[in-house]
């Protein structure tokens, strides 16, 4: 019940670790000499594992400035603004919006998916501000600096390199993409690898 009503991750990890000490006695309820063994190796180890546990703990609340839950992660997005370039569907710009970014904008050229956007959009009381036309144009005439630029382009359209110079300075960029691209002017944060695809977080250093 504890873990449910968890406002942060410091009052979680308390009442995870309790639960863990309440195992202790089912361990070793027999009183037998084997289990009582046992449960002393479960109980070094809990005692163990909860320290490094509360290490880690203090790290991740380090980072992100911010040990409380909140919709959408324990990163904040309070405030905060999102670009999503060649849109598509519009997918990952409704995304941004139900994780709490305030701002959302999403830019998208091809007329079939700009009328599937709009169509996407129509669903949603609160929805972000589309633009209509080539996202290597639009992105110039934005006179704003984004926190979270999303980057996905036709894969093999060749214009990674020519996307990221457009920005104007921004914070964090975020690309999917499938070869290598050039990241001039930008440090690489994190990369993951999902079967031939990665998704490359950068930070602007421009």
């Not at 790290?59 to 992100?64: E, F, K, M, Q």
């Not at 633009?131 to 144009?137: A, E, H, P, T």
């Not at 999917?176 to 993951?192: M, P, Y």
Request: with cysteine; charged share 20%; proline share 3%.
């Amino acid at each position: 019940m504890g873990m449910c009503y968890a406002k942060n991750l410091i009052s979680a990890y308390v009442f995870f670790e309790l639960v863990s000490l309440c195992s202790f006695p089912l361990v070793m309820h027999s009183k037998t000499k084997e289990s009582i063994k046992a449960a002393m190796k479960y109980l070094y180890y809990s005692i163990g594992g909860a320290f490094l546990s509360l290490i880690g703990l203090f790290y991740l609340i380090n980072y992100s400035n911010n040990g409380d839950f909140t919709y959408g992660g324990i990163i904040d997005f309070e405030g905060k603004s999102f670009l999503d370039m060649y849109s598509g569907s519009g997918v990952m710009a409704l995304e941004a919006l139900s994780r709490g970014f305030d701002e959302v904008c999403a830019i998208e050229k091809n007329p079939k998916a700009v009328s599937v956007i709009k169509s996407n959009f129509s669903k949603f009381q609160k929805t972000p501000k589309l633009f209509v036309g080539d996202s290597l144009n639009i992105v110039r005439k934005i006179d704003k600096v984004f926190d979270v630029v999303y980057i996905d382009p036709p894969y093999f359209a060749g214009i990674y390199e020519k996307s990221l110079q457009s920005l104007n300075p921004c914070k964090i960029v975020i690309l999917e993409h499938v070869g290598e691209v050039d990241f001039t002017g930008f440090e690489l944060i994190k990369q993951k690898k999902y079967a031939d695809k990665f998704i490359t977080f950068l930070k602007d250093c421009r």
